[in-house]
């Protein structure tokens, strides 16, 4: 149960993402550093999932945290949450580093004005509604703790470390095979408890 809670609860439904986002675009260092405390290892985990590699995920994730500071100003919270568009530069960082098969990502003006816009759009349609998001994570949690511990364990290793199956194996000393129904089996467990 300690796994499962932890991640949900690491989560400060009380941070203000917006009034962080405004502080930065004003200058305010400790704005990035209090965002960076706030999400640095949930964003790694989605740079993972996409790039496959930490040094790269690790690269993505400086971008990102350099185009939020550069950036900021250009946060538009009538089209979407903070948070929403936090994650929107990250995990479109990880998809270009993807595509161009590059180990650095770098974007220049325009390219970085044409993800802002895209982020606010998808910020907005991911997380309109802050209390859903708690509400449904609060579910989550619950449906997660309702899971055996190495099922669990599997499903938090895939979904927030960013580890491949094979990863996942090796760090549960447990066939490859094995880990895959654990995580199907899993997953469906949870759909079923989340609906």
């Given at each position: ?69 550069t950036q900021a100003a ?5 089209l979407g949450s903070g ?113």
């Amino acid at each position: 149960m300690g796994t499962a809670l932890k991640i949900a609860s690491d989560t400060d439904h009380s941070f203000d993402y917006e009034q962080a986002l405004q502080r930065c675009a004003a200058g305010d260092r400790q704005a990035l550093q209090d965002i960076y405390t706030q999400e640095s290892h949930r964003l790694l985990g989605v740079a993972l999932r996409i790039v496959r590699q930490r040094q790269q995920a690790e690269d993505v994730l400086h971008d990102a945290f350099m185009n939020i500071w550069t950036q900021a100003a250009r946060f538009d919270a009538t089209l979407g949450s903070g948070r929403g568009w936090i994650y929107s530069v990250t995990r479109n960082l990880a998809l270009n580093s993807v595509r161009s098969g590059a180990r650095e990502v770098s974007v220049d003006e325009e390219t970085a004005e044409a993800l802002d816009t895209q982020a606010s759009m998808e910020a907005h349609h991911e997380l309109a509604d802050a209390f859903a998001l708690h509400t449904s994570l609060g579910k989550l949690n619950d449906c997660l703790s309702r899971l055996e511990p190495v099922r669990r364990n599997c499903i938090l290793y895939a979904y927030v470390d960013g580890c491949s199956h094979g990863e996942i194996a090796a760090r549960t000393r447990t066939p490859l095979g094995t880990v895959k129904a654990w995580i199907r089996r899993g997953m469906g467990s949870l759909r079923e408890c989340m609906s």
